[in-house]
DNA sequence: TTAGGTGTACTATAACAGATAGTACACTAT
DNA sequence: ATAGTGTACTATCTGTTATAGTACACCTAA
């Protein structure tokens, strides 16, 4: 269910954020169901309890998902809503590689041609 | 000409990085200019001159400038054509931000608004 | 009630990257 | 010679990331 990277530069506490919020968003996880337990998934993905403490916690304070203490961890109602609003973030980021390809003397086409087949990828999957 | 940001999580030699390909790629700087000593521009900034010394090096190792130890360091005649080839990366983070923002249900015409703005943005300056 | 699972809190430590400070040396142009 | 350039090196500080270990509170089910 997670994938942990240990030599890109990505710490592993932001991989379970996107990862997590990723299967929010492609529907695995929907709201009110129950995210590993922070002891089950710290073994099975080799990592401290304490850096999936840090990541689940981040995604609380998000509003993703909520701790029953001695009960367990669940995704809320709000979950999909508040990971999709964070997509807003990523439009500007397009736009902010796409100033950067414009002074570079790519032409239009080949940006645009990289959102379409992002999507068109996207949608077979 | 140089443009600091100490907040941001991007690491200062690597924001003097990214500028001096920027005004590369903008013309600012053209093959043969001379590149600000590492004092002077480190003085200029605030910052160390190792920190300098780091992104210059990486500049160096790229093949974006050269150094002529005594005289002064120039942008290379390749320059240009090197920090463009570098763009083939940006056109694959475009695709990567292209399917996440396909999994989270925004319409393609909105991305592929948001590089058509950062074109027609771009073209004008 | 007890056992076992859950989340939470805390301290301590190690490792690493980033940045700074300071010094010293070699080279080149004037 | 002088002043500016690049280069090399050690040492130190800081913040982030990750780990280790411990302890406690809570809930559920047997």
Do not use: H
Not at 67 to 75: D, E, I, W
Not at 117 to 124: G, L, N, P
């Amino acid at each position: 269910m997670f994938q942990i990277d240990r030599f890109g530069r990505t710490p592993i506490y932001e991989q379970i954020i996107d990862q997590t919020q990723r299967l929010i968003l492609t529907g695995v996880l929907k709201a009110g169901d129950q995210l590993p337990s922070v002891r089950t998934l710290s073994q099975e993905l080799s990592i401290n309890p304490n850096t999936l403490q840090k990541a689940y916690g981040e995604l609380e304070r998000r509003g993703v998902c909520i701790s029953a203490p001695g009960n367990g961890r669940f995704v809320t109602g709000d979950a999909l809503r508040i990971v999709g609003e964070g997509m807003e973030e990523q439009l500007e980021e397009i736009k902010r590689i796409g100033r950067e390809l414009c002074a570079a003397g790519i032409p239009f086409e080949r940006a645009l041609e990289a959102v379409k087949a992002a999507y068109e990828k996207e949608a077979k999957v």
